[in-house]
T-cell receptor, first 117, second 109 residues
Framework: GAVVSQHPSRVICKSGTSVKIECRSLDFQATTMFWYRQFPKKSLMLMATSNEGSKATYEQGVEKDKFLINHASLTLSTLTVTSAHPEDSSFYIC?????????????FGPGTRLTVT | AQRVTQPEKLLSVFKGAPVELKCNYSYSGSPELFWYVQYSRQRLQLLLRHISRESIKGFTADLNKGETSFHLKKPFAQEEDSAMYYC???????????FGKGTSLLVTP
């Protein structure tokens, strides 16, 4: 089946620094990828939809200048958390849609645990 | 606005007992509804989709438009069913998913 990877799996950074998280589709080309954020004991919240070759579409309330998304190729999307604050600490999950597969199916990455100190 | 509600944070049942995980939704159009499962230390994966009307690992879910519900059921729970279950709605905005808060199912021997 389709596999999505994320790197790193966990990262610790200091306040004020930026951190980049990668999401890769390993065996398919993903024209659309999604970024979610999961708070402790809460649901996944959609942050943005990333389309290859175009600007990401951000959900209401998500700061696009803080959470920079780049989908430069059909197998890679990156999320950069800029000027990180402790409240940005969270679990970030990406998913990718395989346009050659079932229209509705998304494949999820394992997630990245971000801790901002 | 679209919303998915899973009223139970935790559901604990004995092995062999029936289980029902509740999911209610609000959506003005025709929703596409899904159940996703996350086993311990594993990634989120699709369990089933309402249109497929299939049974996966003994689980079924029926869309009830009158009650705006999509409850997940299994007649005889197994210990390996212990996991986090998320109900999700796919609206009109390009395949993005709106998740409920999840229900943690614990099946004890």
């Amino acid at each position: 089946g389709a596999v999505v990877s994320q790197h790193p799996s966990r990262v610790i950074c200091k306040s004020g620094t930026s951190v980049k998280i990668e999401c890769r589709s390993l065996d398919f080309q993903a024209t659309t990828m999604f970024w979610y954020r999961q708070f402790p004991k809460k649901s996944l919240m959609l942050m943005a939809t990333s389309n290859e070759g175009s600007k990401a579409t951000y959900e209401q309330g998500v700061e696009k200048d803080k959470f920079l998304i780049n989908h430069a190729s059909l197998t890679l999307s990156t999320l950069t958390v800029t000027s990180a604050h402790p409240e940005d600490s969270s679990f970030y999950i990406c998913s990718a849609r395989d346009p050659s597969g079932r229209l509705y199916e998304q494949y999820f990455g394992p997630g990245t645990r971000l801790t901002v100190t | 606005a679209q919303r998915v509600t899973q009223p139970e944070k935790l559901l604990s049942v004995f092995k062999g007992a029936p289980v029902e995980l509740k999911c209610n939704y609000s959506y003005s159009g025709s929703p596409e509804l899904f159940w996703y499962v996350q086993y311990s230390r594993q990634r989120l994966q699709l369990l089933l989709r309402h249109i497929s009307r299939e049974s996966i690992k003994g689980f079924t879910a029926d869309l009830n438009k009158g009650e705006t519900s999509f409850h997940l059921k299994k007649p005889f729970a197994q210990e390996e069913d212990s996991a986090m279950y998320y109900c999700a709605l796919m609206g009109a905005s390009g395949y993005a998913l709106n998740f409920g808060k999840g229900t943690s199912l614990l099946v004890t021997p």
